[in-house]
């Protein structure tokens, strides 16, 4: 079974533009979170979606948005980028989505520089 | 929000020794402490996890301790190879919100 997917696997963008991030979860999976990951530290808690609403929402700006489609993957948007935002996106689902208790998996991530 | 320290930073180990890891939390509600592997220039990767309502959980050479009282819980690897070489997280919350602390670096020396 394929795991978590994420697309692209790298990314460049210049300050100010916007950037869109994918994820497919694994199959059989509703939830879908995203994680921010900045070198040297722990990912960062970003969105949580369960059956294309969102459920969860860590401490990040406006700029940041997701969405989760019908298929139940996912797409994160970044808009008008600082530099800050370069970092490890990564991707993580789980089953069945509406327990407290399932693992996540982590998708490989998506790494956006900024310059 | 939820708080998390793990301690050590870094911990380095001669090959077959013993290497512990452990996590404090602040919010009594969490129920769910996994333990994360991560690898150079990998994803995390789930190792153990362990419910509140249980004390100690094994897995091989793997072993995951819960003390609920305190607050605390800790990762026992027993054995250890250059293979266990990575950053191990602790993050508690949920499943649907997980809060990642700095994480261990945890070097085996051969």
């Known amino acids: 079974d394929a795991g978590v997917t994420q697309s692209p696997t790298h990314l460049i963008k210049t300050r100010g533009q916007q950037v869109t991030l994918r994820c497919s979860p694994i199959?059989?999976?509703?939830?879908v979170s995203w994680y921010q990951q900045v070198l040297g530290q722990g990912p960062q808690f970003i969105f949580q979606y369960y059956e294309k609403e969102e459920r969860g929402r860590g401490n990040f700006p406006d700029r940041f948005s997701a969405r989760q489609f019908p298929n139940y993957s996912s797409e994160l948007n970044v808009n008008a980028l600082l530099l800050g935002d370069s970092a490890l996106y990564l991707c993580a689902s789980s089953s069945p989505g509406s327990s407290y208790n399932s693992p996540l998996h982590f998708g490989n991530g998506t790494r956006l520089t900024v310059t | 929000g939820e708080n998390v320290e793990q301690h050590p930073s870094t911990l380095s180990v001669q090959e077959g020794d013993s290497a512990v890891i452990k996590c404090t939390y602040s919010?009594?509600?969490?129920?769910?402490f996994p333990w994360y592997k991560q690898e150079l220039g990998k994803r995390p990767q789930l190792i153990i996890d362990?419910?509140?309502?249980?004390g100690e959980k094994k897995d091989q050479r793997i072993a995951v301790t819960l003390n609920k009282t305190a607050k605390h819980f800790s990762l026992h690897i027993t054995e250890t190879q250059p293979e266990d070489s990575a950053v191990y997280f602790c993050?508690?919350?949920?499943?649907?919100?997980?809060?990642f602390g700095s994480g261990t670096q945890l070097t085996v020396l051969p």
């Open positions: 362990i419910r509140s309502n249980v």
């Open positions: 919010d009594s509600a969490s129920n769910y």
């Open positions: 993050p508690s919350g949920s499943a649907r919100q997980l809060t």
């Open positions: 199959s059989g999976h509703k939830s």
